[in-house]
């Protein structure tokens, strides 16, 4: 009914979702963010999978499912919001101001990865490496 597809055949508790458009990804992705939802966004790797979320499933998730449901169902519909229109057409002419944003927002997830789709792939791998070694950083 929202129109995710499964990148991968379900073996456990994690799915890996993904839309017909990058665009309607971040925007789902987006819209649930703003309401609360910790969703995992996960890059587009070349010629294995696009960018795609990933929902860990497990069964206390169930007091939560139908709230989950009910808040995707209007996140697919929701325009993008104001802040990453904005952010997302900087991404060209101007990335450190997008930069400047993380930690800014509660959209990340979203500026970081169009940061690293901006860059060429081997410095965007280089980037990815560090940021999350400085995320968990103790």
Known sequence: KLGF???APVEGP???LALDSEEDLFR???NMTRRGWIIGLQPKVSDLAPYNIHLTVAPIHEKVS???LEDADKAVREPMPEELTSAERLVEENPLAVAEMIGKTPYDSI???????AIPPELAEEMARELV???YRP
Do not use: C, G, P, R
């Open 5 to 7: 597809k499964l990148l």
């Open 14 to 16: 994690i799915l890996s």
């Open 28 to 30: 789902f992705h987006a």
């Open 66 to 68: 139908d709230k989950f």
């Open 111 to 117: 500026l970081i990865a169009w940061l690293l789709s």
């Open 133 to 135: 070694v400085e995320v």
